[in-house]
C-alpha cells in the first residue's frame, strides 16, 4: 500500500515556516483580542466555506477540547450555512444586474418569444 501524503508535504518549508508562524501567532492567547473558543468558532464556519475538510475536522476537534459544545458547533455550522445561501443570492442578484437577465428573458413575468440579435449574441444570455 502507497504511503499517504503528509499535509503540507508539498509546500517548500520557506513557505511553510511562514504559515505556520502566521498561524501560531494568531492564536497566541497573550496577544489575541478574541478568546480561543470564539476563534475556533470562526474556524468552524470559515472551514466549511472555504471547503476545507481537514480543517473542519481539525477546529471542531479543538473546539470540544476548549469545551464548546455540540449546540454551539451547530450554531456556527447554521452561519456558514445561512452566509453560503447569502452568497448564492449575491451572484445570483449580481448576474441579473450586470445581464439584465429578468427583463430581457422574462417581460411582465412570461417568458419573451423571440430574443433580439443582441440578447442572441451575447455570451451572458447562454
Known amino acids: 500500500m502507497a504511503e ?19 498561524y501560531d501567532e494568531l492564536y497566541n492567547p ?7 473558543r470564539t476563534k475556533e468558532l470562526i474556524a468552524i464556519a470559515a ?18 477540547r476548549l469545551g464548546v459544545t455540540q449546540e454551539e458547533v451547530g450554531e456556527a455550522i447554521a452561519i456558514a450555512i445561512a452566509i453560503s445561501g447569502a452568497a448564492m443570492v449575491d451572484r445570483t442578484d449580481i448576474a441579473n444586474f450586470d445581464a439584465n437577465l429578468v427583463q430581457r428573458l422574462w417581460k411582465n413575468g412570461k417568458p419573451v418569444k423571440s430574443i433580439d ?6 455570451d451572458r444570455m447562454l
Open 4 to 22: 499517504r501524503m503528509k499535509s503540507y508535504e508539498m509546500i517548500p518549508e520557506r513557505i511553510k515556516k511562514r504559515y505556520l508562524d502566521f
Open 117 to 122: 440579435e443582441e440578447a442572441a449574441s451575447d
Open 47 to 64: 472551514s466549511l466555506i472555504s471547503g476545507c475538510q481537514g480543517c473542519f475536522r481539525g477546529h471542531v476537534a479543538k473546539a470540544a
Open 30 to 36: 497573550e496577544r489575541s483580542v478574541l478568546d480561543l
